[in-house]
Structure formats: C-alpha cells, structure tokens
C-alpha cells in the first residue's frame, strides 16, 4: 500500500525543467511529501512511532500541519488532501486516538488540537469527539487552584506550571467552544486567560514568556516567574488562543490582541539572528528532540492570528508586518536551506537561514511545512 501511494505522492509534486519556477504552493507541495503516505519519513507502524524519528507529541503537532495543508489544498490538489485523509485514518488506527507513551498535559493538549484540526479538514465526527474527549480530561484532571491560584499542570506527577501546557490548554478551550459552542469551554478560557496573564510568566525585560513557574514548598501561593528559557513555541500557542477569544469577547478584545502583538514583536526583536531569520536559543548546536519542531509552531499559531478576522480588520498594518516576517522566513528557507536528498524529497534542517549543516529530521521537516504554508496562504 505504501508503494502505490508513494506513486501517486510524487504524481501530484510539482516538478520543473531547470529554469522553471517553483511557486509558493508547489514549494510547499515539495516539503510536505516525506511526511505523507509513501515519503521519507512516513512510518505508522505503531502507536508511539508515526514519523521516523518522531516524538509521539510532536507527532499530534504534525496532524495539525497536514490539516492546515489539507484545508488549502482541497480544490486546488485533491490528490494531497486525499492523502492527508489517509494519514490522519492511518494516525487514528494505530494510535487509537492518543499515543500510549502520551502522559503529559501538555502531550494530550497537542493531540487534542490535532483532531480539532482534523474535523476541521474532514469532517469526521469521530476526530471531533476525540478532540473534545481529551480537552475535558485535562479539564477534570489538570486544572489545579492550590499552587499559585490556578492554571494546569505539566503533567500528573511533576509538580510544575508551565507556559506550553497552558498555552494550549486556552486554545483548545477556544477551538473546542469555536466548533461547538459549548459555554463550559469557553468559561475554562476565560479562566485560564484571566489566570495566565497575570501569573508572572513574562520575562518583564525582553517581553517573552519564560519556560513556566516555581514556588516555595512552604507557601504554594506564591510563585514566581523562574527564567527558563523563552522558547518560540511558548510565544506562539497563546496568540491563536489570545485571537480566539477576543473574537467572542468584544469587551476584552483590545486587550487580548494587544497582548498577541506585544508578544509577537517581542519574538522579532529578541529571537532573531543578525539577517532577522526565526532561531531557537539552542541553536545551532544545542538542541535536542523536542526543540526541533518549536520553530514551525511558532510560526502556524502565528499565521493563526495573520488569519483572524479582528485582526485583520483592527490591526491590518501589524498583520503586514507579520506577513512580512513569515515571507522573509519562507524564501530564505526556500533558497538557503533546503537538501534535496535522492529518493526522499526535498528536506529541510533546524537552521532556517542554511548557515549550519542540517540536522534532517521529521520534526524539523513538519516545521519547515508550517513556514512554507503559512507564507503560500498569506500572500
């Protein structure tokens, strides 16, 4: 099975004589190859490997990139979109919804947003009753008032409050409210927004949100801000969230979009290299597996508030400017940093600006898709 769809992955690839131009959805067309059925990096062979090389949470992040590419490319390439289909039927046999080595909060929040994303893309009742299946376990499970007044759990036996579990734990409970309506999702982020934004997670001298919280054993109330490091996926979920809600909260909108520039700009200025190209803190040289993939998510939960309506409409000049940024980010890309590898496609590496041999894995290839997506649609 696997053969045949390879065949039909590469009949849809935009192949050119030399010369030729490469367009911005044939470019995307390329990179999103290894991971779908037949390509590179595509495995499915359990529930804890579905991407060679791939941890299982980032594999729930990647869902959601081939969900986004599904959405753009459903008229204009419906062989793609019909392989996305598969793969997200594929994910769901093998994994029955959720990895088995996914215990973390923050692991299931991912998956949850994948199968939001999903439905979005399909239309498949059952991703959307998985989705809203996990969104109130972490709901019921992670939720916790003792230790500095409220906010989730990283996981169920460390005793830690970080910036990502909640981060996604505000945007799922506006994605779930988004396609349901239910008022109870909607209350859970409103109370995680009215929590989040005051529970000193921001770095108050670069403007970017550290790693998460500690506290004093002999008083759990109060917490302080504890300088981890600001990675860009800790910048970027809380944006799409952030837009979300102000969308359905008219009285709170400026202040939730003036929060999301804020952090945005703040990304521009401080997580930058000198030619202004998107870099992690542990590159080039530090990063281990989880960090690969930070990068693209950033990116996609930005593309996320370029998107939003009110954004749009009240802040068009900074969407330009987020446009502008995720253009420059995609050509470089594109032009400096791509390996064009016999037999699997072309690969893409941490280092967006090419100046650092690569580091070719499935999470750094998802996080090129969500760069080099989010540039197509945006122009």
Known sequence: MLLSTGVALLAFACTFASGEQCDAFCRVDQAVQPLLPGGYYYAMQSSTVLWRGQLS????????????????SKTRNPTAFNLVVQTFADAYRVTGGLPSDCDGFDDIGWWALAWLRGYDATGNPTYLAKATELFNFIA????????????VWWNSYTQYKNAITNELFLT???RVFDVTSNQTSLQ?????WAWFKSCGMMNTVSGLINDGLGFASSNTSQCWDNNGTTWTYNQGVVLSGAGLLAQNEPTMATELLTYADSLASSVFH???NSDQI?????????????????KGIFVRHL???????????????????????????????????????????QLYGLSWSGSQKPTLTAATQSAAVDLLLAAAVLV
């Not at 859970?188 to 995680?192: D, I, N, Q, R, V």
């Open 57 to 72: 949470w980032q594999s729930g992040s990647t869902l959601e990139t081939l969900a986004n590419y599904a959405l753009a």
């Open 140 to 151: 019921g499970n992670a939720w916790e008032t003792g230790h500095c007044g409220g906010g």
């Open 172 to 174: 799922q409970a506006m």
């Open 188 to 192: 859970w982020a409103l109370s995680e």
């Open 270 to 272: 401080g997580l930058v």
């Open 278 to 294: 998107l870099i992690e803190l542990c590159e080039p040289n530090n990063c281990d597996n989880d960090q690969q993939i930070f």
């Open 303 to 345: 593309f996320y508030l370029a998107n939003n309506t009110l954004a749009i409409q009240t802040m068009p000049d900074r969407v330009k400017v987020y446009t502008s940024f995720i253009s420059n980010w995609a050509q470089t890309l594109y032009v400096d940093a791509g390996v064009p590898v016999p037999k699997a496609g």
